[in-house]
């Protein structure tokens, strides 16, 4: 039982970490979206949409990699892993952090979709 609560801390803690870092990838496309954009608010939340989506992609696509090689050596990286969580690897953390950007991607979308049906 102690195990399973350790795992859905950690994994609680691995999607608020991703999502964090969604969230601050997000605010700077948005930023950069506005500045450079010539939409306005729509151009900031296309630019933060699709960056985040591409983000997302890229994690995605490491952690295909991560599982096809499935690594025979044991991780060097586990050893630092461990100070920040107790049951999950480095894989189930990325891919949290995935989930989390696409949230953070698909509430974009759905603002800026509902900004245009104002």
Do not use: C
Not at 2 to 13: A, C, I
Not at 34 to 39: E, I, Q, S
Not at 94 to 99: I, K, P, S
């Amino acid at each position: 039982m102690n195990r399973v609560k350790n795992l859905l801390k950690d994994l609680v803690k691995a999607l608020l970490l991703g999502m964090a870092a969604a969230l601050a990838a997000a605010v700077l496309l948005l930023v950069s979206g506005l500045f450079f954009g010539k939409g306005g608010i729509d151009a900031g939340l296309e630019t933060a949409k699709n960056g985040v989506f591409l983000i997302a992609a890229l994690l995605l696509f490491l952690l295909a990699g991560m599982l096809i090689v499935k690594g025979k050596k044991p991780d060097r990286e586990e050893k630092g892993l461990r100070k920040h969580f107790e049951v999950i690897g480095f894989k189930t953390a990325a891919g949290m952090a995935a989930v989390a950007f696409v949230t953070v991607g698909a509430v974009a979308d759905f603002l800026q979709r509902y900004l245009h049906s104002l």
